[in-house]
């Protein structure tokens, strides 16, 4: 026999991603034990690069519309279809993505709560909780010309992404999804369209769109002062998927209320 020699090449040393599968953003189950279930995902701008166009003081930050999706397909036993609900949420702080980080969302019961760590590291914090609560009936469908009726201004939409920076917010192209905007007293509605290159797939409603209606939020806050930084969602009562968005685009209705005292 003819003798040869063969050298392997090493792999490169870089550190392997994890593969994305199930949901785009819960990730894969993970073996948990009882009637736990327990999702995990990474959550970085290498993987879901969208999501360095969310960022806060400079540093690209998941957002909580993404966070209530996970939520949402962790709730339901479609993780993509049919109606569910949940309640009492209530959002931890501001998870960074300066790391990769991995998210791990869990529901035991009716209770929901999903925490990250670094992907290198076991620094656990609380990102958010809610509680599973049925969807209830459908409510009525908003009367849009009724609403462009109150909402009669139009609003500049760069101008309106333009504010933002000087509350320490930015919103690159992935989280650009108003492309109108009309002001009315108390409220404000919104033409979101999922921005060019987002797939919607595999989502109830991709976070550039909900994203995009808590940014109109903004508008309906005529008239009162909201100088200084900006706001984010710390806690929402109750919020209701009745489907999947069938397309790439819709209104978003929003009205301020007045508080508690």
Do not use: I
């Not at 550190?15 to 994305?20: F, L, N, V």
């Not at 879901?48 to 960022?55: I, K, R, V, Y």
């Not at 931890?92 to 969302?105: N, S």
């Not at 049925?134 to 409510?139: H, K, L, N, Q, S």
């Amino acid at each position: 026999f003819e003798r040869r020699r063969y050298w392997v090449e090493p792999a490169p040393a870089t550190a392997p991603r994890r593969p994305r599968a199930g949901h785009p953003l819960l990730g894969t189950p993970r073996r948990s034990p009882g009637k736990r279930r327990q999702f995990e995902a990474e959550l970085s701008a290498e993987v879901l690069p969208w999501l360095a166009d969310h960022a806060v003081r400079g540093v690209p930050t998941v957002p909580a519309a993404a966070t209530l999706e996970m939520l949402a397909a962790a709730a339901g036993d479609n993780p993509t279809g049919g109606p569910v609900a949940v309640a009492d949420v209530r959002f931890g702080g501001l998870l960074t993505l300066d790391a990769p980080q991995l998210a791990v969302t869990e529901r035991d019961g009716t209770a929901l709560t999903v925490e990250a760590t670094p992907l290198d590291g076991e620094d656990w914090r609380p990102v958010a909780e809610a509680s599973v609560v049925e969807p209830g009936e459908t409510e009525e469908p908003v009367d849009l010309d009724g609403v462009r009726r109150r909402c009669p201004d139009p609003v500049d939409v760069a101008g309106f992404y333009d504010a933002f920076p000087a509350q320490g917010l930015a919103y690159g192209p992935a989280f650009r999804a108003v492309v109108a905007l009309y002001q009315g007293d108390g409220e404000a509605l919104a033409r979101l369209v999922l921005p060019d290159g987002l797939d919607p797939a595999g989502l109830r409603l991709h976070p550039s769109l909900l994203d995009g209606a808590f940014q109109s939020l903004g508008a309906a806050a005529r008239g009162v002062d909201v100088t200084g930084e900006g706001h984010l969602p710390a806690r929402l009562d109750r919020m209701t998927w009745t489907g999947t968005l069938p397309g790439r685009e819709l209104w978003a209705w929003t009205r301020l209320r007045a508080g508690p005292g």
